[in-house]
T-cell receptor, first 113, second 114 residues
Framework: QQKVQQSPESLSVPEGGMASLNCTSS?????YFWWYRQHSGEGPKALM?????GDKKEGRFTAHLNKASLHVSLHIRDSQPSDSALYFC?????????????FGLGTRVSVFP | GPKVLQIPSHQIIDMGQMVTLNCDPV?????FYWYKQILGQQMEFLVN????????KSKLFKDQFSVERPDGSYFTLKIQPTALEDSAVYFC????????????FGPGTRLTVL
């Protein structure tokens, strides 16, 4: 079983609409979560991090973390064509010796006019 | 923003040969990473390198793999000998610290082993 699971696999959103992405972890050692975005031909780029329960808002992007259920979500409001990309949820353990990120399979977001 | 560069962008090599993938991390970063992504699968952590040493490695980091960063030059991943299952995109990343510090990723090197 993958330790970080994302849903849906793909998502089509009208321009100006809201996109909602979900991520669930199966490892209670994960304490740090990121959302990364990857455009075709590029490396992943961090959109935002979230480490505490609750919401975190950065511009049009809002992340939500519930540590009890190990669930993280990302909401993109007023979606733009440039938001079309592959979105990854990534998690890291709280252990100091464990620095590698564990990624989900990703959600492909397509914003159509 | 900070950029990680990777050279080459694409490498084609015959099975059994040696290959070296090069990474130019963000200039003031101290922690370096390699990840592997096979087409259609998730990106997976290979190794973390700090202060001249491997700090952490996954089960994917086979004995044929090695990493180094001699004298602050490129951070390299060497595979010797290569196998067909090594075909993947390899991403380098760097960070200024641990814990909640962001890892910055390069654009990847697509390795094709024939």
């Amino acid at each position: 079983q993958q330790k970080v699971q994302q849903s849906p696999e793909s998502l089509s959103v009208p321009e100006g609409g809201m996109a909602s992405l979900n991520c669930t972890s199966s490892d209670r050692n994960f304490q740090y979560f990121w959302w990364y975005r990857q455009h075709s031909g590029e490396g992943p780029k961090a959109l935002m991090s979230i480490f505490s329960d609750g919401d975190k808002k950065e511009g049009r992007f809002t992340a939500h973390l519930n540590k009890a259920s190990l669930h993280v979500s990302l909401h993109i409001r007023d979606s733009q064509p440039s938001d079309s990309a592959l979105y990854f949820c990534a998690a890291r353990s709280s252990h100091n010796y464990a620095q590698g990120l564990t990624f989900g399979l990703g959600t492909r977001v397509s914003v159509f006019p | 923003g900070p950029k990680v560069l990777q050279i080459p962008s694409h490498q084609i090599i015959d099975m059994g040969q040696m290959v070296t993938l090069n990474c130019d991390p963000v200039s003031n970063h101290l922690y370096f990473y390699w990840y592997k992504q096979i087409l259609g699968q998730q990106m997976e952590f290979l190794v973390n390198f700090y202060n001249g040493k491997v700090m952490e490695k996954s089960k994917l980091f086979k004995d044929q793999f090695s990493v180094e960063r001699p004298d602050g030059s490129y951070f390299t991943l060497k595979i010797q000998p290569t196998a067909l299952e090594d075909s993947a995109v390899y991403f380098c990343a760097s960070s200024s610290g641990t814990g909640g510090r962001e890892q910055y990723f390069g654009p990847g090197t697509r390795l094709t082993v024939l």
